[in-house]
């Protein structure tokens, strides 16, 4: 099919952007790496008024390390944060999650404020930035604000971005002395999960003494579980898990479609979790 007619704009700054996207008078919709918004166009499910182009732009797909935290840049593509060094060394949670999802191609034109903004709650970024308690950069034509993750995902492909807004950078704190992983099942590498979860823990002696937990295709959008991070401290990852497991089934209510029912994704959530605490006990990932 062929999209809906519509106006098209490319701006070259960013004032020029939110200049667009301030005015009232027209339903405007960002265009970055393209893989979700052009098939809702050419599907007819889209139909904004004006697509606003980002990608001329410059300046918004940096990536930034500092000792608390590492900022990306909502313009840079998943492929380019895969293969970089310097995050791989800073914040190696990130790379991992992003050789999740989908393949080489589609990585190559994504963009990480256009996985984030368009909020599937089966996908591994916003997963991660949940767990990290990330921090969301966004603009508009009257200034900028600061959203946290935790309150950025609403519900289905449904954020609190306004319509007048643009994500511009993700700032992801260093959570010293954490180790991550993110373990998942799907149908096939690439697929969108059943059940994704980014785990990561604190340890000292072996003990777990602090650990951050959110889970992706277990409700309308990525959720954090604080009963499980709770039930975690204190143990093992090599003992007796069943505490943290039952925990962390009592705390969802995960969606039942034709992929699978919420006793299903319920039972999913406990491998990943049992998986994740053994490869961290073994020493994977960091």
């Known amino acids: 099919m062929k999209p809906p007619a519509f106006d098209y704009q490319e701006p070259r700054t960013l004032d020029e952007i939110v200049e667009l996207l301030a005015r009232t008078d027209q339903d405007a919709t960002v265009l970055a790496g393209g893989q979700s918004l052009v098939p809702l166009l050419n599907l007819r499910l889209a139909r904004p008024d004006v697509v606003v182009d980002i990608n001329r732009v410059p300046g918004l797909d940096g990536v930034e390390v500092a000792d608390d935290a590492v900022v990306l840049g909502a313009m840079a593509r998943l492929a380019t944060l895969e293969r970089d060094p310097v995050l791989a060394d800073a914040l190696p949670i990130v790379p991992e999650a992003i050789r999740l999802v989908a393949h080489p191609q589609i990585r190559n034109r994504t963009t990480l404020g256009g996985s984030l903004c368009h909020a599937d709650p089966a996908a591994e970024l916003p997963a991660v930035a949940v767990a990290l308690d990330a921090r969301l950069h966004l603009r508009a034509r009257d200034g900028g604000r600061t959203e946290e ?77 604080p009963a499980a991070e709770a039930a975690l401290v204190g143990h093992r990852l090599s003992g007796d898990l069943a505490e943290v497991l039952d925990a962390a089934s009592a705390e969802v209510d995960p969606p039942s479609d034709i992929h699978g029912t919420a006793s299903f994704r319920r039972g999913l959530l406990r491998a990943v979790i049992r998986r994740a605490a053994a490869r961290l006990d073994q020493g994977g990932s960091r």
Do not use: N, W
């Open 149 to 225: 993750a935790a309150g950025f995902f609403q519900s289905v492909f449904t954020t609190s971005r306004r319509p007048e807004e643009l994500l511009t950078a993700v700032e992801f704190p260093r959570h010293q002395g954490f180790r991550f992983c993110f373990e998942e099942v799907s149908r096939r590498h690439g697929d969108f999960p059943f059940v994704g979860l980014c785990f990561g823990v604190r340890l000292e002696d072996g003990v777990v003494t602090a650990a951050r937990l959110a889970g992706a295709g277990i409700a309308e959008r990525p959720l954090r579980l």
